[in-house]
């Protein structure tokens, strides 16, 4: 069975600093993999995905996460963390033919300083 | 292009009160999820719809809860009678095919909280 597993349940950054948010996952078959963002008192948003090209993907807001298979991971990267991007951030996991049905990670609630 | 709608976005009820909450999919989106999410258990898969069908419903806590999904366009959680463990934010979201490749739309959520 496929899942997902967040490192650290919160991280703190400085304002310009990079953010990685580390995301690995357990699946017998190449997944497609996602990130979401939820603002407080929001929904979640897709933030970008991965679904079998390009191993390096982008995604809104800066934001870009790369794929390896090698080591199960798809960790969530910027290069320069702005006030703006203080949230909860969750990586997911879904199988081909599961009918869209998504794995969610425990949630990483960023946090960045002035 | 709208969004998942959800209402109502907050809903305050007394223990024991039926509560029915209401989720709009994205048009032409044939999958339908219902989350739950607490700040104890986190995003919880309630249960999903493929074309309308009930598809998993493994996640629905216990016979209280139900759900629908009468057409395309419109779906139901209801729960009856409610009780103050209930109280969470509820998710529904939306996908298109079956494939799992284009991930899932959220809507704003309804905030539920049973006295």
């Known amino acids: 069975a496929q899942s997902v597993t967040q490192l650290g349940s919160h991280v703190s950054v400085s304002e310009g600093a990079l953010v990685l948010l580390r995301c690995n996952y357990s699946?017998?078959?190449?997944?497609?993999l996602f990130w979401y963002v939820q603002y407080p008192n929001q929904g979640l948003q897709l933030l970008l995905k991965y679904t079998s090209a390009a191993t390096l993907v982008k995604g809104i807001n800066g934001f870009e996460a790369e794929f390896k298979k090698s080591e199960t991971s798809f960790h969530l990267t910027k290069p320069s963390a702005h006030m703006s991007d203080a949230a909860e951030y969750f990586c997911a996991v879904s199988l081909y033919n599961q009918g869209g049905k998504l794995i969610f990670g425990q949630g990483t609630e960023l946090s960045v300083k002035p | 292009d709208a969004g998942v709608i959800q209402s109502p976005r907050h809903e305050v009820t007394e223990m024991g009160q039926e509560v029915t909450l209401r989720c709009k999919p994205i048009?032409?989106?044939?999958?339908l999820f219902w989350y739950r999410q607490t700040m104890m258990r986190g995003l919880e898969l309630l249960i999903y719809?493929?074309?309308?069908?009930?598809?998993?419903d493994s996640g629905m806590p216990e016979d209280r809860f139900s759900a629908k999904m009468p057409n395309a366009s419109f779906s139901t959680l209801k729960i009856q009678p409610s009780e103050p463990r209930d109280s969470a934010v509820y998710f529904c979201?939306?996908?298109?095919?079956?494939?799992?490749?284009?991930?899932?739309?959220f809507g704003p959520g309804t905030r539920l909280t049973v006295l």
């Open positions: 048009s032409g989106h044939n999958s």
């Open positions: 719809f493929n074309n309308n069908v009930p598809i998993d």
């Open positions: 699946s017998s078959v190449p997944p497609y």
């Open positions: 979201a939306s996908s298109k095919g079956s494939g799992g490749a284009i991930g899932q739309y």
